[in-house]
T-cell receptor, first 116, second 116 residues
């Protein structure tokens, strides 16, 4: 099966805390792509990052960082010094190349609440 | 450059009625996707167009659902004989095969359908 699991349904932190959102994926393909999207209360999904299966380099963008580990099939997302504006539902997603799958397969999401 | 737009934003209908939603992708994006999202879940893929060709359909897309993209620009999604189980947010996304391999999808605000 090709799927994405986000085991954390909801996380609540206090502002300025660091928080890590977990994502575990399953795929038979050797070439695949991993994504993170943010869905704020307004509802519109916002693209955050894409990672290719052949590039395990971690990435940092401001307060956001992503840790991709093929050995554990994980693509975790860390927010450093969280802010109230980070409150949203975060989705991890997967697409794959070998069978030409263009659509995204999403996890069930993690709701992050950042308390002031 | 405007983002993906969807119309209407909300639709309330009675069971058994037909409904049609429209999606206008980002201009010059040749790929267009429809997803459905129910409460507390991640989006689920419905169908995908490259230009005017419908290249992939999910098993979720029953014969009551039909999608078109007649000129490779906007797309419509029609649901015939609506059922209460069709109540969901219908999301449209677009991407460009000439930019990033068409992997990043940009989402519209969605159409929330309520079937009474």
């Amino acid at each position: 099966a090709q799927k994405v699991t986000q085991a954390q349904t909801e996380i609540s932190v206090v502002e300025k805390e660091d928080v890590t959102l977990d994502c575990v994926y399953e795929t038979r393909d050797t070439t695949y792509y991993l994504f993170w999207y943010k869905q704020p209360p307004s509802g519109e999904l916002v693209f955050l990052i894409r990672r290719n299966s052949f590039d395990e380099q971690n990435e940092i963008s401001g307060r956001y960082s992503w840790n991709f580990q093929k050995s554990t099939s994980s693509f975790n997302f860390t927010i450093t010094a969280s802010q109230v504006v980070d409150s949203a539902v975060y989705f991890c997603a997967l697409s794959w190349e070998d069978t030409g799958r263009r659509a995204l397969t999403f996890g069930s999401g993690t709701r992050l609440q950042v308390q002031p | 450059d405007t983002g993906v737009s969807q119309d209407p934003r909300h639709k309330i209908t009675k069971r058994g009625q037909n409904v049609t939603f429209r999606c206008d992708p980002i201009s010059e994006h040749n790929r267009l996707y429809w997803y459905r999202q129910t409460l507390g879940q991640g989006p689920e893929f419905l169908t995908y167009f490259q230009n005017e060709a419908q290249l992939e359909k999910s098993r979720l897309l029953s014969d009551r659902f039909s999608a078109e993209r007649p000129k490779g620009s906007f797309s419509t999604l029609e649901i015939q004989r609506t059922e209460q189980g069709d109540s969901a947010m219908y999301l449209c996304a677009s991407s460009s095969s000439t930019s990033g391999g068409g992997l990043e999808q940009f989402f519209g605000p969605g159409t929330r359908l309520t079937v009474l």
